[in-house]
């Protein structure tokens, strides 16, 4: 994770020597790092579009052929050929992210670690930023509470966009929606509120994204229902 962390750590570094607050500086960084993973999430979210079209003629050749594996593996590279879809793609935006995922936390985990060990960094890391006093121990409730709210209403968006898919109608899915955001909250409050202050932006941002994403599925969605119409006209 150091291989990441560490270039992580300078960005932070140059943004908490313009801003002056580490507070501030962990708002922006968290946003910037988003808005770099967009494309990432506007990838996945067309793959989950196709998905959600293909599933059904998935499910039907699951049913014909499910006493035999063989021909229901030649069946759906078929499928999958004709309908030039490929099962992994949504997958790969995901597997890019987790690393990235990983680095942030370590980061601001041990901010100290990435960042420099000067006394500047070291007292930076203990600022304090609205009602927290020092942001290198836990906030027990209004950070934890804010980050576990705005998981659930990521993780019901997150559900709704994949809708018709295999996965957003797996009961654990739906299962996830409700425990997710309960451990956040319980992890939360054994964070650094630097890192729950991350985690709470991150979120919010990602709401933000799916709104927007939510409005390019549609569009893919209409798209395909009026190419349908004019195929039959």
Not at 156 to 165: D, E, K
């Amino acid at each position: 994770m150091g291989i990441i962390a560490k270039p992580l750590g300078m960005l932070l570094n140059l943004i908490y020597g313009f801003v002056g607050s580490y507070g501030i500086s962990i708002i922006i960084f968290t946003i910037i790092v988003k808005c770099c993973l967009y494309p990432l999430y506007a990838r996945q979210i067309k793959s989950t579009a196709r998905m959600a079209d293909v599933q059904p003629k998935v499910m039907a050749l699951q049913n014909k052929y499910k006493d035999d594996k063989e021909t229901l593996n030649a069946k759906l590279m078929e499928l999958y050929e004709k309908e030039n879809y490929n099962p992994m793609s949504g997958c790969l935006p995901m597997l890019i992210q987790m690393p990235i995922i990983f680095a942030l936390f370590a980061l601001l985990r041990n901010p100290i670690l990435y960042m420099g060990d000067s006394t500047e960094i070291l007292l930076a890391v203990h600022d304090s930023f609205l009602w927290i006093q020092d942001l290198s121990q836990p906030d027990l409730w209004i950070l934890p509470l804010a980050a576990g709210i705005s998981t659930f209403i990521s993780f019901s968006q997150t559900q709704a966009q994949s809708a018709g898919t295999e996965a957003g109608n797996a009961p654990s899915m739906k299962i996830m929606k409700y425990i997710f955001p309960v451990m956040i909250v319980y992890m939360g409050r054994s964070f650094p509120a630097g890192l729950a202050i991350y985690w709470f932006v991150n979120t919010l941002v990602q709401i933000l994204f799916n709104f927007r994403l939510n409005k390019v599925r549609r569009d893919i969605k209409e798209g395909k229902i009026k190419e349908k119409v004019k195929k039959n006209s």
